[in-house]
C-alpha cells in the first residue's frame, strides 16, 4: 500500500515568514515528486514538481527532495495571507507517460497578517 | 493558459439515479484522469484513461462506474446508480506526455454530486 504522510496541521505562521511543509512517501521506487495547493472547496492547484534529489526554486517556493530518506518538502518564503490552503503532497512512481498520483491528506497552512 | 473545464459545477441527485459527469481535457493532451475527494478527506484515484480505454482503475471504481470519450472532446463519468457514500467533489485531471520534462496533472474545477 502506497502511502503519502503530511502533518494535517494547521500550520499557523505570521505574514513575512518562512513556512515549511512536510512529507514523506512509502514507495521507494516513486520518481516524481508534487505540491498542489488546495482552497476550501476548490480543486488542486499544481505550485511544484521535483524529480531529482535537492532543491527546486520557483518564486517564493522551493521544493527539496530527499529520496533516500524519502521525504519532499515545501518552503514558502515571505508568507502572505493569501498562501492560507491545504497544502497537498502527491507522489508518482514514473516521471513520464501516465500513472496515478497518491496524495497525502494535506496540510493546512494558516498566515496570520 | 488552458485549463480544464468540468460540467456542472453541483449535481444533486437521489439515491439510486444515474449522473454523468463531464470534463473536456486540454486539447494536447494525451492521459485522462477521474479522482474524488470526500470532504474533509484526501484526493483518491478512481481511473485512467488512454488510447479511448482504460489504463488503471482503482478498488472504488467498481461496476458501477464507467468512463469513456465519445466524441474525441469530452471525458465523462458515469455513476449508474448513485450511493449515498459517492457525495464527494470529483476532478477531472489530464496529463500530456511529460517528454518534455516530466508528467504534471492538471486538475478541473471539480463537480460536487451529492446523493440524497
Known amino acids: 500500500q502506497k502511502e503519502v504522510e503530511q502533518n494535517s496541521g494547521p500550520l499557523s505562521v505570521p505574514e513575512g515568514a518562512i513556512a515549511s511543509l512536510n512529507c514523506t512517501y512509502s514507495d521507494r521506487g516513486s520518481q516524481s515528486f508534487f505540491w498542489y495547493r488546495q482552497y476550501s472547496g476548490k480543486s488542486p492547484e499544481l505550485i511544484m514538481s521535483i524529480y531529482s534529489n535537492g532543491d527546486k526554486e520557483d518564486g517564493r517556493f522551493t521544493a527539496q527532495l530527499n529520496k533516500a530518506s524519502q521525504y519532499v518538502s515545501l518552503l514558502i518564503r515571505d508568507s502572505q495571507p493569501s498562501d492560507s490552503a491545504t497544502y497537498l503532497c502527491a507522489v508518482n512512481p514514473q516521471i513520464s507517460g501516465y500513472s496515478t498520483l497518491t496524495f497525502g491528506k494535506g496540510t493546512m497552512l494558516l498566515v496570520s497578517p | 493558459e488552458p485549463e480544464v473545464t468540468q460540467t456542472p459545477s453541483h449535481q444533486v441527485t437521489q439515491m439510486g439515479q444515474e449522473v454523468i459527469l463531464r470534463c473536456v481535457p486540454i486539447?494536447?493532451?494525451?492521459?485522462f484522469y477521474w479522482y474524488r475527494q470526500i470532504l474533509g478527506q484526501k484526493v483518491e484515484f478512481l481511473v485512467s484513461f488512454y488510447n479511448n480505454e482504460i489504463s488503471e482503475k482503482s478498488e472504488i471504481f467498481d461496476d458501477q462506474f464507467s468512463v469513456e470519450r465519445p466524441d474525441g472532446s469530452n471525458f465523462t463519468l458515469k455513476i449508474r446508480s448513485t450511493k449515498l457514500e459517492d457525495s464527494a467533489m470529483y476532478f477531472c485531471?489530464?496529463?500530456?506526455?511529460?517528454?518534455?520534462?516530466?508528467?504534471?496533472?492538471?486538475f478541473g474545477p471539480g463537480t460536487r454530486l451529492t446523493v440524497t
Open positions: 486539447s494536447n493532451h494525451l492521459y
Open positions: 485531471a489530464t496529463e500530456d506526455s511529460g517528454l518534455a520534462g516530466g508528467t504534471k496533472k492538471y
